[in-house]
């Protein structure tokens, strides 16, 4: 069975080098769910593919804000 996955960006704030880009596509790739995860640190943002019957808005923020960035949904 094929999972529906659906394309979300999340704008983050806070990022200032790779290394933050790093922790926030990790702490977003260990949700489950998650398929790919495209975090910019040009942009402010990560773009995560995920399923949502298993996943929330909501909890996908929380995994970034507890890596300590803060968080919104972009429009």
């Given at each position: 069975?094929?999972?529906?996955?659906?394309?979300?960006?999340i704008e983050?704030?806070?990022m200032?080098?790779?290394?933050?880009?790093?922790?926030v596509?990790?702490?977003?790739?260990?949700?489950?769910?998650?398929?790919?995860?495209?975090?910019?640190?040009?942009?402010g943002?990560?773009?995560?593919?995920?399923?949502?019957?298993?996943?929330?808005?909501a909890?996908?923020?929380?995994?970034?804000?507890?890596?300590?960035?803060?968080?919104?949904?972009?429009?």
């Amino acid at each position: 069975m094929e999972r529906r996955m659906e394309s979300i960006v999340i704008e983050i704030t806070g990022m200032s080098c790779q290394g933050c880009v790093k922790s926030v596509t990790a702490a977003l790739k260990a949700l489950p769910g998650v398929g790919q995860v495209d975090v910019s640190l040009e942009a402010g943002q990560a773009r995560v593919a995920c399923d949502p019957g298993l996943l929330s808005v909501a909890e996908l923020r929380k995994a970034i804000e507890d890596a300590g960035f803060d968080t919104r949904t972009a429009v």
